[in-house]
């Protein structure tokens, strides 16, 4: 693994994987973005993916331009809350979709396992792991992180889709039971708050700050509570391998972001970037996902 590392935060350090095939802009803030379908990368050494379990082989256009765009906003915010610069860590795929997906497991990320596909996939979430979870989290003694993976869809209602792994039947219950596992579940062990108030909570959730002073939709939400039977991402491979669906011990929550086609078009980006930026800080202030582990 290539890298370019060092603590001065007057420009951006990345570290890059094999054949710069993934790039990870460091941060000094315990976020993470993570941005698995925007790559442009088609070499020729990695065949072609010749399907997908989902049948999603095309990019999801401009999710890494509407990342730069959260990921700058949130320096702002952050900078005029506690005056100093504090940027979450952003990493990318830089292959295309049809190379190389890292939100597929093992078996399905690449054609037949082809070794560059392969080393590519495995540095993705080893940066995740090493770089984040390790080196950052564990190491400066912060007690969560919050990876939030970036996703465009296309479905024809339009709305931003919330995946904590949940599934749909789950949501279709007035309230959430506490005993369900989601890959929130280091936060909600932290939090003196449901898990409904968490994830459909009015003015606590996610769903819900994303929804405030917009007229965006959200699922789940207060406003939205259920997809019911509206197409819905629950969450893929990256939010179960790196959240603590299973180990609340990794200390890390993640949430697939699936962001509606319009919302990624030149005339809303900058726009819709910022309203889900301002949500992103205002969670994670309720939150107090600042604490150290005592």
């Known amino acids: 693994m290539l890298t370019s590392f060092s603590n001065d935060l007057s420009h951006t350090n990345v570290v890059y994987g094999y054949k710069n095939y993934t790039e990870l802009e460091i941060g000094n803030l315990n976020i993470l973005f993570s941005v698995p379908h925007d790559g442009s990368l088609r070499p020729v050494e990695i065949p072609n993916r010749e399907n997908d379990l989902n049948g999603n082989l095309k990019n999801d256009k401009n999710t890494r331009k509407f990342t730069k765009f959260i990921r700058n906003n949130l320096e702002i915010l952050f900078s005029k809350k506690y005056g100093v610069r504090m940027i979450p860590f952003v990493l990318y795929n830089n292959l295309h979709r049809i190379k190389m997906d890292p939100n597929r497991d093992l078996e399905n990320c690449c054609h037949n396992k082809n070794h560059d ?48 792994l949940l ?102 980006i900058e726009l819709s970037a910022k309203h889900i930026a301002t949500a992103i800080f205002d969670f994670y202030q309720l939150h107090s996902l600042n604490s150290l582990k005592i």
Not at 123 to 145: A, E, P, T, V, W
Not at 201 to 207: D, I, Q
Request: with cysteine; glycine share 8%.
């Open 117 to 164: 596909g392969f080393t590519a996939y495995n540095d993705y979430h080893s940066m995740i792991d090493l770089y984040f979870r390790k080196n950052f989290i564990f190491s400066n003694n912060f007690d969560q992180g919050l990876i939030l993976d970036i996703h465009g869809n296309s479905h024809e209602e339009q709305w931003v889709e919330l995946g904590y």
């Open 167 to 268: 599934k749909k039947s789950d949501l279709e219950n007035d309230k959430l039971s506490n005993s369900l596992c989601t890959s929130i579940n280091s936060m909600y062990s932290k939090s003196f708050l449901s898990l409904e108030e968490i994830i459909r909570g009015e003015n606590v959730s996610l769903g819900s700050l994303i929804e405030n002073k917009s007229t965006i939709k959200v699922v789940p939400s207060p406003g939205c509570k259920s997809p019911k039977e509206g197409n819905y991402y629950s969450g893929g491979f990256i939010t179960e391998r790196h959240g603590s669906f299973y180990d609340i011990s990794k200390r890390l929550n993640t949430i697939q972001i699936e962001l509606p086609l319009w919302m990624r078009t030149d005339k809303y």
